[in-house]
């Protein structure tokens, strides 16, 4: 008999502004909100007088039964603003704060933010470029640095777990099922993106090379531990780093089109 009533909502506040046709502002503020819970029953009963309506009021004999159930809730505030001028230069910055049942009480908050800049040259006005602006339409420098944070993928791992299907002398009995952690926290992530936007012949031609470089820090990994404990491992935050560096880049065309020819459009992703 399952019991699983699921809250999820968000509320946001969006704001734009435009300044002497010049300046460009965006704003938005926004609450998330998530509260999940699930709870389940089982009862197993064997030798029903009528096997057309096995109901339990009919079984013989009730062989079995279990139960459980968790829950889980997140509060997040989520907060981002950007500026251009002319649609030449851009910079953004955005910040984000989490609150997770998922951790104990001194560990539930993770606060995460964000910077980015760009400048798209082909808005410039300089004689020089003109000859390349036949060609490339637009062309966009880039840049962007954040900080990040992953959860456990379990509900309880700061919690000790027990279990009450346990028999002992004839009569129920609690086992322990899981040993908490209790000071597990955020793991956390450091994200560096550079590259350029290149829009060729009408953005006809679309080309994005970008270079990344992504660290991990406070890893939640599964660390082995002594049996006595009962458990061969435990999931903690380790003083272990993951360091991933490289590049992408993406291509995508679209063939002019006519009365006499459909248009098509074809991607490609390249990664090292």
């Not at 502002?25 to 909100?33: C, D, K, R, S």
């Not at 910040?95 to 760009?118: K, L």
């Given at each position: 008999?399952?019991?699983?009533?699921?809250?999820?909502?968000?509320?946001?506040?969006?704001?734009?502004?435009?300044?002497?046709?010049?300046?460009?502002?965006?704003?938005?503020?926004?609450?998330?909100?998530?509260?999940?819970?699930q709870?389940?029953?089982?009862?197993?009963?064997?030798?029903?007088?009528?096997?057309?309506?096995?109901?339990?009021?009919?079984?013989?004999?009730?062989?079995?039964?279990?139960?459980?159930?968790?829950?889980?809730?997140?509060?997040?505030?989520?907060?981002?603003?950007?500026?251009s001028?002319?649609?030449?230069?851009?910079?953004?910055?955005?910040?984000?704060?989490?609150?997770?049942?998922?951790?104990?009480?001194?560990?539930?908050?993770?606060?995460?933010?964000?910077?980015?800049?760009?400048?798209?040259?082909?808005?410039?006005?300089?004689?020089?470029?003109?000859?390349?602006?036949?060609?490339?339409?637009?062309?966009?420098?880039?840049a962007?640095?954040?900080?990040?944070?992953?959860?456990?993928?379990?509900?309880?791992?700061?919690?000790?777990?027990?279990?009450?299907?346990?028999?002992?002398?004839?009569?129920?009995?609690?086992?322990?099922?899981?040993?908490?952690?209790?000071?597990?926290?955020?793991?956390?992530?450091?994200?560096?993106?550079?590259?350029?936007?290149?829009?060729?012949?009408?953005?006809?031609?679309?080309?994005?090379?970008?270079?990344?470089?992504?660290?991990?820090?406070?890893?939640?990994?599964?660390?082995?531990v002594?049996?006595?404990?009962?458990?061969?491992?435990?999931?903690?935050?380790?003083?272990?780093?993951?360091?991933n560096?490289?590049?992408?880049?993406?291509?995508?065309?679209?063939p002019?089109?006519?009365?006499?020819?459909?248009?098509?459009?074809s991607?490609?992703?390249?990664?090292?």
């Open positions: 008999m399952p019991k699983a009533p699921l809250g999820r909502g968000n509320n946001d506040d969006r704001r734009q502004y435009t300044l002497n046709g010049r300046h460009r502002f965006n704003a938005t503020a926004g609450l998330e909100l998530v509260d999940f819970r709870e389940w029953n089982s009862v197993t009963a064997v030798n029903f007088l009528n096997d057309l309506r096995p109901v339990l009021s009919s079984a013989a004999e009730i062989s079995g039964w279990s139960g459980s159930g968790y829950d889980y809730s997140q509060v997040s505030i989520v907060t981002r603003a950007d500026y001028y002319r649609y030449r230069y851009f910079i953004g910055g955005s910040f984000r704060q989490d609150r997770s049942s998922r951790f104990s009480p001194e560990h539930r908050t993770g606060n995460f933010w964000s910077v980015s800049a760009a400048y798209r040259i082909t808005n410039e006005n300089w004689a020089w470029l003109n000859p390349v602006k036949r060609i490339f339409n637009n062309i966009k420098f880039k962007s640095y954040g900080y990040n944070g992953n959860l456990p993928s379990k509900y309880y791992n700061w919690r000790t777990l027990y279990s009450g299907s346990g028999r002992y002398d004839s009569g129920h009995a609690l086992s322990q099922t899981f040993r908490a952690t209790y000071d597990l926290s955020w793991e956390k992530n450091n994200v560096f993106n550079a590259g350029v936007d290149l829009g060729m012949f009408k953005d006809r031609i679309r080309i994005s090379a970008e270079y990344y470089s992504r660290k991990s820090t406070d890893l939640l990994q599964e660390v082995p002594s049996q006595v404990s009962g458990y061969n491992t435990m999931l903690m935050n380790t003083s272990a780093g993951i360091r560096r490289g590049s992408r880049a993406s291509w995508t065309s679209t002019a089109s006519s009365t006499n020819s459909s248009s098509g459009i991607n490609s992703t390249w990664l090292r």
